[in-house]
């Protein structure tokens, strides 16, 4: 029998992942909501397939987004995913005990560890395992924060004690080095953006030595090195956008004060 839980999810053209994230939640919840900001490929149709309540939404930015999607739900537990993640065996089961242990009445929220595919294999080490997520919450309880035009950054709040779920959530976020290195090209953008607008003084120290303690934490303190040569490109790609990051706020800070802003 379903829970009394909503899946909650917000797309733009992700049919070749959608399938994958909705199967993982089959004849586990009540509900299933898509708010989707504007696909052109097949996403709709995956959604139907999975009679999932499919509603289009202007892009309001990632937090808005997602509060609305759960205003949307109906249901008084909400499991938020996004369309390239899929909930492992374990976590399934896991999600299942939540409910018929009541754990439901002694929490308002639970987390779990995500877990990478990355470069034909999962990374169980490093910077990247285990990336603790609480995805699993109380409606009432559970509000989604972040700046309106940020790519990243948003998180979920939520007010009451929690627990941990067994299993994994697996993240199936890049394809490929290049889809990796595109994609943090704009978080640099980001950065650089948000460390001006908080007006936050560029440190070359931060730029020189944040690199090097990056790759030292995911490789040698977090064991990225039993990740095989994929650790090793993460530890090495870690720090290199750590001081792209630095470098980019420090070219936003003299443009800025060439534009005699």
């Known amino acids: 029998m379903p829970y009394p839980l909503s899946i909650a999810i917000i797309s733009k053209n992700e049919e070749a992942n959608l399938r994958r994230c909705l199967a993982s939640t089959a004849g586990l919840a009540e509900?299933?909501?898509i708010v989707d900001s504007g696909s052109t490929d097949g996403t709709a149709a995956v959604a139907a397939e999975f009679?999932?309540?499919?509603?289009?939404?202007?892009?309001?930015?990632?937090?808005?987004?997602?509060n609305h999607c759960n205003d949307l739900c109906s249901q008084p537990w909400i499991l938020a995913?996004?369309?390239?993640?899929?909930?492992s065996p374990e976590l399934r089961k896991s999600i299942q005990s939540f409910f018929e242990s009541g754990d439901d009445r002694r929490y308002v929220a639970a987390w779990m560890a995500r877990r990478v595919w990355f470069l034909?294999?999962?990374?169980?080490?490093?910077?990247w395992y285990p990336d603790k997520k609480v995805r699993l919450?109380?409606?009432e309880k559970g509000r989604w924060e972040g700046h309106a035009n940020s790519q990243v950054h948003e998180r979920l709040v939520v007010d009451g004690p929690h627990t941990q779920l067994?299993?994994?959530l697996y993240h199936y976020s890049f394809t490929d080095m290049r889809h990796y290195l595109d994609k943090h090209l704009g978080y640099t953008d980001v950065f650089a953006e948000h460390e001006l607008a908080e007006g936050r003084g560029w440190s070359l120290v931060d730029a020189l030595f944040r690199p090097w303690w990056r790759f030292f934490r995911a490789y040698v303190l977090r064991r990225g090195f039993l990740d095989g040569f994929p650790g090793f490109w993460i530890a090495i790609a870690t720090a290199f956008f750590t001081f792209m990051?630095?470098?980019?706020?420090?070219?936003a800070k003299v443009s800025h004060r060439k534009a005699g802003v």
């Open 137 to 139: 919450f109380f409606k």
């Open 120 to 127: 034909g294999r999962w990374i169980r080490h490093g910077d």
């Open 51 to 66: 009679e999932a309540l499919f509603i289009t939404k202007p892009w309001m930015g990632f937090a808005a987004q997602k």
């Open 31 to 33: 509900e299933i909501v």
């Open 81 to 87: 995913l996004d369309c390239d993640e899929e909930l």
């Open 166 to 168: 067994k299993g994994d």
């Open 245 to 251: 990051r630095y470098s980019r706020a420090y070219e």
